[in-house]
């Protein structure tokens, strides 16, 4: 076993050639607000051109198929450019395109050669950015449950309902979305998944007013919406994953999103506040009681074991290591500790976790986002209790046969 | 034993309860929520009209002078709302200080204009090296002929936005003080804080002039008094907490009725159910332990424990229960028009207030005799 991420000579040269490019590459002008919702359209417009330039380098989604615009890169590499972006105060998309992220690895499991043709390049090469759509009014934690419809006529499929915590700030070119194809159908078997371009008429975009838009990690998205559909039309080879097979389509889509998939580069925020409480600020030092710096000592251990199941996931899922429960625990752990170390911090720091103030707000306010996003995080990619049940069918509890993970590429 | 509520206690519990409702509906409280001061006028000469900020203060002083735990049962339906604003601070914690410190010519000059709401009082205690104890106050008053001179910051103060009147623990020669000083007095400045709290401002004093008839009490004898006044005022904090969290409990029943996914009302599933009872349980720990406190200061017993107790249970379980009444609600719980982000935001900006769980938990140590106090 090895867990060191050292650099190899061949490693280290990568290292310094996206070093070396990022630093000719990143326009100018792109800031880094610290709170998500604070990205105004120049900024992403920055964001989405450093877009197009690493799809241009098949960057963008490294560890996708160079025959569909990504870059086929080992494991290694794929951690390299996570990380160097990270330095770089950027993620890798370097804007939200939960879409994307998570369309993209469908399709390539799911799609015809023409949907893997026609979506993929763009995706990968960062022309597009892509929202996902799945939850509902009625349908949070039972997706099945979804209400919306896609009804067959002629050459369209025409979309009537409402989808809500969708996307992000800024709008974006399509939606990766989930809808009734079959109304009398039954569950399970009555569902499609469609790209949809999100200039046709009848779509409205209505941005929700919530504690923070954030939760998703990595890219922050700024804003979510609700969006109305209202008698769309969409093209039928707009439809992936063959019709009223949406449920199938869909176990691939959310093991990535459960957490399946990992996340390399995490814990920002953290590693920050842990720098933070080595300086005196307004004439003290947080650790000089007792208790902070052993209330400390628990907060790192727990943004320890969410990483390395972050890393572990990761690794598995790459090398194509059989998988079972790991993408719900890893998805748990993240939320409840996540939620344990915003009050940890909370005890560690005082009322001064709760301010953005200019002046006292901690790392330009991140911890008071931070605060905010531990609520918000609880919810979205399914809730705590969802990744309970997902991970107690998987290793088989209470039931006869081991319920079968997702399929990744 | 008996451990229900008096005539009057039930009384004041089923007005509080009906104008909470309806003069303070969710949609009201949304709106309040956006302005500094937490508080309208409107709103205000009918509370005051209504009697709750005299409550705590003796007739003598043209209070009521009822018991904390008749003045508890309000409070426990302002958290409901949670109802924000300088009542607590003025009409409790501020009326209470002034009751321990000041001589009676500064009771009568103060005390009736806090009883009819006229006086709002917020109480500047802490600053940027922030906790509850002496050792946390390092702003100084310092003598210059008739008057003292204050300056420096005070901060992380509850309700000095909508103050008419600030209480400022200072250090001055002998020891620390307590001064009363108008909130628009030449060289303050009030800032209210941003991000997930409410009601939490800077003060900041610049070679603010206070006369000598407004040193409360005795120069360099007020923390006692003032310690005193808190461990009475607390357990009513304590209260307005309780009801914060019998409301997030009742939010989350119904919601767990009405709410279906599955084909089922949510609340069928365990792990659902398990939520609502860790709320029930932070409810009712917080609860009694809180009754049991304000029984003793009531009856004039020793308390200290009791109240340690009732705040570090009433802190954590505050917060607590919004964590678990989120994990209820999921994606509609943070849409702020729902109303339960009021709750989440109030539990974080009550939680150090008066000392946080672990401060209390210390002082506990001593209240028990396990350390030397």
Redo the contacts between chains.
Sequence with gaps: MDFAIEDSAEQSTFREEVRVWLKENIPEGTEFPVDPGDLTLEQYEHRRELGRRLGDQSWLYPNMPTKYGGGDLPVEKVVILHEEMGRAGLSLPPYYDAGGRMAAPTILVWGSEEHKDRFLPEICKGRVRSWQLLTEPGAGSDLAGIKMTAIRDGKDYVLNGQKIFVGSSHGAEQSWTVVVTDPEGKRHHNLSWFMIPMDLPGITVVPMNLLTAGGEGGSGCGVKNTIFFDDVRVPAENLVGGENNGWKVATTHLEMEHGGAGRLGERGVIKEFIDYCQDEHHGHNLLESAEARETLVDLYIESEVTRLFAIRNYWMAHNNHPRSYEGSQYSLRRKLSGLDIAEKILEIAGPYALTNDEQYGPLKGALELYGREAITALHPGATTDIQRVIMSRRIGIGRQDREKVGALR | MDLSLTETQQLIQDSTRDFVRNDFAKEILLDLDEMPALMTSELWTKVSQLGWMGMAIPEEYGGTGNTLTDVAVLYEELGRGPVPGPLFSSGVLGALILLKTANSSQKEAWLPGIADGSRILAVAATE???GWSPAHIAMTARRNGEDYVLDGTK??VHDAASATDLLVLAKSESGISLLRVDANADGIAIRV?????SG?T?VTFENVRVPSSDLVGIEGAAWAGYDAALQSAIPVLCAYKVGACQALFELCVDYSKERT???QP?GK?Q??QDHIIHIVNYLDAARWTTNEALWKLDTGQDAASSVHMAKALSSDGY?RS??FA??VH??I?????YGL?LH?KMS??L??CLG?P?FHRKRMEGALGLVQA
Excluded: N, W
Aim: proline share 3%.
């Design positions: 940027k090296h922030y901060l992380f804080l941003p991000g997930f709290l939490v800077e996914q599955f084909g949510i599933f792990r659902v917060l919004c964590d989120h994990e999921a994606g719980g943070v849409m702020r028009e982000t989440t974080r900006s939680y150090h946080a672990k």
